[in-house]
């Protein structure tokens, strides 16, 4: 590569005359990150307010999920157990942990916390920091390959940190904010071929990899779809440079591969092979999860100019764009502005293109109306490997990334416009530079102020508001001081009603998170495989946990059979219960009553109604 500008390149090589010398740690480093990191907090800030009796108000079954990971890393690490499964949850038959969003690169190391503080500590504590930290990592690649400006790799490290589509994922969602690594992942790529690096580039390059499964597949692998984009469009763009890195560069990719396939290959063939996987998701309900034109200019939600009215017309999926007008006419106007001297704003613009047009589901949506225009979904196959389980909205992601980065390029090109040359040497016995030396022309200084504006004003309406939380009930004293011990023995599983699921999952799963997995619960909020062998989310129903969700709807117990009775003693049996327990819920005294009717008077046990059903099921 030759670039002729600070911002023609993408990542300079070894070989290159202009690449940047290596930077160190500067004030202004440390006041970005710590500016992230209160980013991060006041995001955070109503989980803090009562972090042990508060979830997301936006997905509290999904927050309730990932409190139970973390206290899944925990008790692996305690009890020394495989963490790529647990039977604590869909007792008798488990989850599988690689099939599912199991975020194990983090549970896992941060299980002391989780021990000393409880998984709603954790999970407050990662939010916040893995946000800030995707923003101090997006940072050092902007700083240390893109701009010279630490301000521009300021906003473009603060917005890929803190996107709308981001920010809206932390609601319940953090393994989809955990993108700290894909930085440093998409640095070490473009920065294979350099001469004599080809080892140690494609090392490092697997390692990262390899420990990015651990956090999300799902991201890695838009990630590897954004640098596979972007190597074709440098090699269309500089073919000489291209074949001149060729060698090395697929060297050093085949090592990282290999490494990466190596460490992984074993937790890899458990997600598609071992216990409870599955075939992608029943009926391919994700590929109609596709991104509305109208969301691109659109403020999000969790945004200080977010309307929450707006979404119930066009945000039937996830606002993984949602930038508002402003900010997509800046971003326009920075690629037109960028495009003839700016190699890297040209392959950002093309990944805009390429994951918008890739993010429109099976048919185009436009304002919260599903047109009769053919998306490109509708052409792919629900059954392609790895494609099978991606939702199309999602690679609106990458689109979040480029947009990022032009922004981090637009200030970048307004920083440098017309700042002042070095002053020429003068001669002895001169007095002053003559008049004009210094300077760029007044007529052109009004473009740095005005693009610093530019910018502000397009990123300042998208300021994250603290996520909205809601309160939730603590379990009952009988499950956290441990009065289940005695009823519960080694083998047997304490059934909580209502079963935990997808749908009546939030107050019964946290049983099992806060109490550290020490009882295994039936049911559970996961995906698991079907009696084909596809995805489902939950355990199948048995018949008495359905009637026990049909009773809840409808507020009354229906008539109840022998054959109703018989059910639920051979579920029982199935699930290894030893006791079944409920305690305080809005739905309290009917579903006291339909269990009275099945097993027979219940005790109460502390603050709970207990059925002692061990003489029941043998």
């Known amino acids: 590569m030759n670039p002729t500008s600070a911002t023609d390149a993408v990542a300079p090589s070894a070989a290159d005359p202009t690449r940047w010398p290596r930077r160190r740690p500067r004030r202004a480093d440390v006041l970005a990150i710590g500016a992230y990191v209160l980013l991060g907090v006041l995001v955070c800030l109503n989980y803090w307010v009562d972090v042990q009796h508060r979830v997301s108000s936006h997905l509290p079954t999904d927050h309730s999920w990932f409190e139970w990971l ?55 504590l990662y939010l916040g920091g893995a946000l800030a930290a995707t923003a101090a990592t997006s940072y050092w690649m902007l700083s240390r390959h893109l701009v010279r400006s630490r301000a521009a790799a300021f906003v473009g490290g603060a917005f890929l940190g803190f996107a709308p589509g981001i920010v809206h994922h932390a609601n319940g969602q953090p393994n989809f904010v955990s993108n700290f690594l894909l930085p440093v992942i998409v640095a070490r790529v473009l920065r294979l071929g350099r001469p004599g690096r080809w080892r140690r580039d494609g090392v490092v ?5 390899a420990y990015q499964i651990f956090i999300n597949e799902e991201m890695l692998l838009l990630t590897a779809l954004a640098c596979l984009v972007i ?80 979404e119930k017309t066009i945000g039937l999926t996830e606002q993984n764009t949602w930038f508002g007008w402003p900010l997509v006419l800046v971003a326009l106007a920075a690629l037109v502005l960028l495009w003839r001297r700016s190699l890297a704003a040209r392959i950002a613009g093309v990944l805009v293109v390429v994951f918008t047009v890739a993010s429109i589901g099976p048919k185009v949506r436009f ?6 225009v ?23 992601l990458v689109v979040t990334a480029a947009v990022g980065v032009l922004l981090a390029l637009a200030w ?42 530019a910018v502000a004003l397009a990123v300042l309406p998208l300021f994250p508001r603290p996520l909205p939380a809601q309160h939730v009930d603590p379990p009952p004293r009988f499950i956290t ?60 129903n048995r018949p008495t946990s359905t009637l026990i969700y049909a009773t809840m709807d409808a507020g009354a117990v229906p008539a109840l059979t022998e054959e109703n009775r018989r059910q639920a003693v051979a579920d029982l049996r199935f699930w290894k219960a030893s006791v079944v327990v409920l305690g305080a819920h809005p739905r309290e005294a009917v579903l006291r009553d339909l269990m009275t009717g099945l097993l027979g008077p219940a005790q109460r046990v502390d603050d709970v109604w207990l059925w002692d059903v061990r003489p029941l099921v043998g």
């Open 70 to 124: 973390f206290s899944h890393g925990a008790y692996s690490v305690r009890h020394l157990e495989n963490p790529l499964f647990s039977t604590r949850q869909n007792a008798p038959d488990g989850v599988n942990m690689m099939a599912n969003t199991s975020l194990l690169g983090m549970t896992i190391p941060l299980a002391p916390i989780t021990l000393l503080f409880g998984p709603q500590v954790t999970y407050a």
């Open 205 to 209: 390059l697997g390692l990262l990899v």
């Open 231 to 310: 190597v074709l469009a440098y090699v269309a763009q500089r073919p000489r440079a291209a074949r001149e890195r060729a060698g090395g560069f697929l060297a050093a990719l085949g090592l990282g591969g290999g490494i990466a396939l190596a460490l992984t290959a074993y937790p890899i063939w458990w997600q598609f092979n071992g216990p409870q996987s599955y075939r992608g998701l029943q009926g391919g309900v994700f590929h109609n999860w596709g991104e509305d034109l109208m969301a691109f200019v659109t403020f999000a939600r969790d945004t200080v100019a977010g309307d929450e009215a707006v």
């Open 367 to 372: 304002d919260g109306v599903e047109t009769t």
């Open 374 to 396: 053919d998306g490109p979904w509708a052409y792919i196959p629900d059954d392609v490997p790895l494609v099978e389980m991606m939702m199309p909205t999602r690679l609106a």
């Open 412 to 453: 970048d090109a307004a920083a440098r416009h017309g700042r002042r040359p070095a002053p020429a040497p003068r001669a002895p016995g001169d007095d002053a530079a003559p008049a004009g030396d210094a300077g760029a022309p007044v007529r052109r200084r009004w473009v740095r102020p005005v693009g610093y504006a």
């Open 481 to 540: 001081a441990g009065g289940w011990r005695p009823y519960v023995p080694q083998g047997r599983t304490l059934v909580p009603v209502p079963i935990p699921s997808n749908v009546h999952g939030l107050p019964t799963l946290r049983w099992s998170a806060l109490t550290g997995h020490e009882f295994p619960v039936p049911g559970g909020y996961f995906i698991g495989p079907n009696e084909n062998g596809e995805g489902v989310f939950g355990a199948p």
